[in-house]
């Protein structure tokens, strides 16, 4: 089964305006992080949230992290058009070492 | 954070032949790991390179179609053997941060395979 599923699979929303991005996982993690990708691009590394940590600020991005009900979601504030890209999210799971799992991730397209 | 260079960027590859991806490191780290990225998917962790020793697979992937070393704890490489279109994908290389957990990446090598 998917570790790391994240919904909605594509979203478009105007400039100005918040995005949220959610990932659902389903066994025990050490630490959940965001990637964002763009078109062609390598991966760029956004925030890490540890287990036991609830919330994260990183400028414009929150995670928040629901152990109980096992999600994540990412928002970023105030988009602009070069936020659009590809987010995934990535966990590392308690029984794989430092090997992290991805998300089928979020499209998000922020027009001007 | 760790600068991670790979090459070739890109590259346009013949059916049955090899290439060999190269990853560079600019400071040691103890884990290295090779995804691929198929057209419009997510990552999929191929295997994780050891140093000094053989890689470690995981499921789906086999040594003989995707040799890796790593001499160092800087450099590592991926080769993709006797290739075909499905190979068509973009690969990449991370290395994972022992102080913070974060995995870095490089700006992966996109191949094509005719």
């Known amino acids: 089964s998917q570790q790391g599923e994240e919904d909605p699979q594509a979203l478009s929303i105007q400039e100005g305006e918040n995005a949220t991005m959610n990932c659902s996982y389903k066994t025990s993690i050490n630490n959940l992080q965001w990637y964002r990708q763009n078109s062609g691009r390598g991966l760029v590394h956004l925030i890490l949230i540890r287990s036991n940590e609830r919330e994260k600020h990183s400028g414009r991005l929150r995670v928040t992290l629901d152990t109980s009900k096992k999600s994540s979601s990412l928002l970023i504030t105030a988009s602009r058009a070069a936020d659009t890209a590809s987010y995934f999210c990535a966990t590392n799971e308690e029984t794989s070492g430092s090997r992290l799992t991805f998300g089928e991730g979020t499209q998000l397209t922020v027009n001007p | 954070s760790a600068v991670i260079s790979q090459k070739p960027s890109r590259d346009i590859c013949q059916r049955g032949t090899s290439l060999t991806i190269q990853c560079q490191v600019d400071s040691q780290v103890t884990m290295m790991f090779w995804y691929r990225q198929q057209p419009g998917q997510s990552l999929t962790l191929i295997a994780t390179?050891?140093?000094?020793?053989?890689?470690?697979?995981e499921s789906g992937f086999v040594i003989d179609k995707f040799p890796i070393s790593r001499p160092n704890l800087t450099f590592s490489t991926l080769t993709v053997s006797n290739m075909s279109p499905e190979d068509s994908s973009i690969y990449l290389c991370?290395?994972?941060?022992?102080?913070?957990?974060?995995?870095?990446f490089g700006e992966g090598s996109r191949l094509t395979v005719l």
């Open positions: 991370s290395a994972w941060a022992v102080t913070t957990g974060e995995l870095f």
């Open positions: 390179a050891n140093q000094g020793s053989e890689a470690t697979y």
